[in-house]
């Protein structure tokens, strides 16, 4: 994944920090200082407002309404060179703040920042203004190269969480009051409903996470499995298997897709319903019924242990998926994690090994498009970024990106989309400053296939980018 922040600084250079300092007439101590929370401020920003398809829309009609192209990066040395064409910046950068926050809000915004950095207020609206154009500039400029949409677009903000969560000042975003960032950089509630951020990277911890909340959850349904029975009845007996197949269910569901914010809000809704069933069981029983409570007990007691076995199982098989990820050293000191046996662990094994074979290709596995365009997913962004690290460390490699298809469809079309998929590919990996002259890109449509193009599995075989390595 493209991280949005190091292109920033990266555009930024090592010049910006002292000219901007001089400018402002602060020290470049503090003025770096401010800048380490302004950019993660402006970004996290930009992200809030690019959550929907819609706002990732409205923010590819600013970039475009504006020029925000990627071109104000070419030279930003000029930009500090005379007094008018620093008040062109900022102005710019005052159309982007307010594009970004709403005007109401900027002043509340500098307060914040200011608090948390300890820059002085009118220093710190104007480095906003100085870096938010510069901003818009690097995004801008992916969307550019890469043809990205909306979707695209959406997909590569939403994947910038994790690189804020690194760089932005523990609370920045509660502060700030940004829509779906509050909380990031921040602590986390220890409730059930929350548990879905609080699961961690490693499948094996994640799998423990969801062990201590299905006893939390099992906790609750003990008090008010108590709550029933004190007003009575047997009929709570009926729905007690459901809730245990609705909660078994659910870690099922975790194993299979790892998906953390449904099994977050789904969690939430069978604790919500359970309760909800319960009261309408209260209303409808007659007399107490003191076995009601040992049954729930004893259900409490095994969907525990059913929760420890599920958290077990899950850990062994994390363990499996973990040992499947290999740490790749790279010429240079670099390593990169990837999987055993995919794209990057062939080609680095490839490159790392005695002798020449020139043209040697390699099938991308994790590079994927929207269907029917040749614009680039977010999941695609990893295997891409090891890709650039590996050229980085084998300074004389060079490569032809070449796409294929199926045959389904005209023929001219698909030469088309394969040769446009090809130079997406091989416009990332210039966005992230590889040497043109190390890369050629062509599409070959359906000319070359690799299996049968009558099932669906070998249609779908065909439809590849690969990879030949030109030299080592």
Not at 16 to 44: C, D, H, R, W, Y
Not at 108 to 123: M, Q, W
Not at 183 to 202: C, I, P, Q, Y
Request: hydrophobic fraction near 40%; proline fraction near 2%.
């Amino acid at each position: 994944m493209m991280n949005i922040l190091d292109l920033l600084k990266t555009s930024m250079g090592d010049q910006m920090i002292p000219m901007v300092s001089k400018f402002l007439g602060e020290s470049e101590e503090a003025t770096g200082n401010a800048a380490s929370s302004i950019l993660p401020a402006l970004l996290g920003g930009l992200m809030s407002k690019g959550e929907s398809d819609s706002g990732a829309q409205g923010i590819l009609d600013f970039l475009s309404g504006n020029n925000h192209d990627g071109g104000i990066l070419d030279n930003i040395g000029d930009l500090f060179s005379s007094g008018d064409k620093t008040d062109m910046l900022m102005n710019q950068g005052s159309g982007v703040l307010d594009f970004l926050f709403g005007k109401s809000k900027i002043e509340s915004i500098i307060d914040v920042l200011s608090s948390v950095t300890g820059f002085g207020k009118g220093s710190t609206g104007s480095l906003l203004k100085m870096v938010s154009p510069l901003l818009m500039g690097v995004v801008g400029r992916s969307v550019k190269n890469k043809a990205l949409d909306a979707v695209g677009l959406r997909d590569l903000l939403g994947g910038q969480r994790s690189f804020l969560e690194k760089a932005a000042p523990k609370g920045l975003f509660d502060k700030l009051g940004l829509p779906g960032l509050a909380g990031l950089a921040g602590s986390v509630a220890g409730t059930a409903k929350d548990v879905g951020h609080k699961l961690v990277d490693t499948t094996a911890d994640a799998a423990k996470t969801v062990g201590d909340a299905t006893v939390k959850t099992t906790q609750r349904t003990e008090e008010a499995f108590e709550d029933t029975a004190k007003a009575g009845g047997n009929a709570l007996l009926r729905f007690l298997p459901w809730v245990i197949l609705l909660l078994a269910a659910l870690l099922l569901w975790w194993f299979i897709t790892g998906n953390k914010d449904k099994i977050e809000d789904a969690t939430g809704d069978v604790m919500d319903k359970t309760e909800e069933m319960m009261d309408n069981t209260v209303e409808a029983v007659g007399d107490a019924a003191d076995a009601t409570v040992d049954a729930a007990g004893n259900t409490v007691d095994a969907l525990v242990d059913a929760a420890d076995d599920a958290a077990d199982v899950v850990g062994e098989a994390a363990g499996e998926v973990k040992d499947a990820i290999l740490s790749l050293n790279l010429p240079g000191g670099a390593e990169i994690k990837a999987a055993e046996g995919g794209f990057t662990d062939k080609i680095v094994k490839f490159l790392s090994s005695p002798g020449k074979d020139p043209k040697k290709a390699f099938i991308f596995d994790k590079v994927y498009f929207n269907t029917g365009s040749s614009n680039l997913s977010g999941a695609s962004m990893a295997q891409l970024d090891n890709l650039v690290k590996v050229m980085e460390s084998y300074g004389k490699m060079k490569i032809d990106v070449v796409g294929h298809t199926d045959n389904t469809g005209d023929a001219a079309k698909n030469k088309k989309l394969s040769a446009d998929r090809a130079a997406a590919v091989k416009n990332y990996l210039l966005t992230m400053k590889v040497n043109a002259s190390r890369i050629t890109s062509k599409g070959l449509g359906s000319d070359m296939p690799v299996a049968s193009n009558d099932t669906e599995e070998g249609r779908a075989a065909n439809r590849r980018i690969e990879v030949y390595v030109l030299e080592k």
